[in-house]
């Protein structure tokens, strides 16, 4: 074959690789920071050439953006409640599919939360203590239902600060800023942060569930690659990733 043919023959290859390559943008809750990012890996073995990028942060201001045109394909949020409104809004592609239920924790960087419960936080010692902002992140209205409902709310307030989301909530105490916050427990399982100091597990009978779900957003209706990363998350790779995370999946029960 003349060099003439073979880099005709390589042109329609790549032209062709890139007509079948998509893209897809995804609006994460921060809660799975960790595991979303191994999903993803795990994905794109098995679809060479395809482009996920995952934003994360709040669900409410997802929320909101996805309201005001954000260019999100994928929208998956720590309350379900948010992309159920959506749906009912013309602004989804598909019905909401619970993921899964997150649990939160006490947990410190320097101090051996294992030892502490919510009762705790009225301690002196501690000047400040970080949850995400309920205003807007689920985990810090579960946060605030939490310590309310350990009689412990009054006393806590006042030390309070509070992160933009989840993950901004697990930095806060990471990076000594405060002393210890109640986080996603997904956060505190990874490796990095599970090397210090330690977590206590909340009792769900504290808050209202943590029930999570995701949508294929209006902007995506013929995105064949949001379809298929869909259908991947129902599959047993990603589910695996997810407990390990210490989700809870659709129709499992509760760890106490």
């Excluded at 947990?107 to 970080?130: E, G, V, Y």
């Excluded at 990471?174 to 330690?198: C, D, F, M, R, W």
């Amino acid at each position: 074959m003349s060099f003439t043919k073979v880099l005709l023959a390589a042109c329609v290859l790549l032209s062709t690789s890139a007509a079948h390559a998509g893209k897809i943008t995804v609006a994460a809750a921060a809660d799975l920071k960790f595991a979303m990012d191994e999903i993803v890996a795990t994905f794109k073995k098995s679809n060479a050439g395809e482009d996920v990028e995952v934003i994360y942060g709040s669900s409410g201001k997802f929320h909101t953006q996805i309201q005001e045109g954000a260019p999100y394909d994928l929208y998956f949020s720590a309350d379900i409640g948010f992309p159920r409104e959506l749906v009912n809004k013309g602004l989804a592609a598909s019905e909401v599919k619970p993921y899964a239920f997150g649990r939160i924790v006490l947990w410190s960087a320097t101090l051996d939360a294992t030892r502490m419960n919510l009762s705790s936080l009225a301690d002196s010692k501690f000047a400040r203590i970080a949850i995400a902002n309920p205003k807007h992140a689920p985990y810090g209205k579960r946060a605030e239902e939490a310590l309310r409902a350990a009689g412990v709310w009054e006393q806590v307030e006042p030390k309070l600060v509070y992160g933009e989301n989840i993950a901004a909530t697990a930095l806060f105490v990471q990076t000594g800023n405060a002393q210890i916050g109640v986080i996603a427990l997904s956060l505190a399982l990874n490796p990095e942060l599970a090397s210090k100091g330690g977590y206590w597990l909340i009792p769900d009978s504290l808050h209202e569930p943590l029930e999570q779900g995701f949508i294929i957003t209006k902007r995506a209706e013929s995105n064949p690659l949001a379809r298929r990363f869909a259908e991947y998350m129902s599959g047993k790779e990603a589910r695996a990733v997810m407990t390990r995370y210490g989700f809870v999946l659709p129709g499992e029960s509760v760890k106490k």
